[in-house]
C-alpha cells in the first residue's frame, strides 16, 4: 500500500499545473507570481523529485529557493512536514 501512496504522491507532483500551485499557494498563505509557478511547475514535471527522502526534500527546497525565495522556500518546507504528520504519512518519508 505505501508503493500505491508514495506513486500517487509523486505523479501528482508531475502533473501539478501552474494554475494549480497558484491556487494552493493562496489557500495556504503564500505568494509566489505566475512565472514562478511556471518555473515550480515546469521543474517539477522535468525532474524525478524524491520527497520521501530527507535529501530529496533538501533538493526541492533548494530548487524552490531558487525559482522564488529562501522564505517561500522554508514555510513550504514547514507546510508539507505539517501536511505530513497530519495526514498520519510520517512513516512513508525518512
Do not use: C, W
Not at 51 to 57: A, D, I, M, S, V
Not at 83 to 89: E, W
Request: aromatic share 10%; no cysteine.
Amino acid at each position: 500500500m505505501s508503493f500505491f501512496i508514495k506513486q500517487m504522491i509523486t505523479s501528482k507532483l508531475k502533473q501539478l499545473p501552474p494554475e494549480e500551485l497558484l491556487k494552493y499557494a493562496k489557500q495556504y498563505g503564500f505568494t509566489i507570481t505566475r512565472e514562478e509557478a511556471n518555473s515550480i511547475a515546469q521543474y517539477l514535471k522535468s525532474h524525478n523529485v524524491d520527497p520521501f527522502t530527507e535529501k530529496g526534500r533538501n533538493t526541492m527546497v533548494q530548487e524552490l529557493a531558487k525559482r522564488t525565495d529562501v522564505s517561500t522556500a522554508k514555510k513550504a518546507h514547514k507546510l508539507f512536514t505539517e501536511l505530513i504528520t497530519s495526514y498520519g504519512l510520517e512513516h512513508l518519508f525518512e
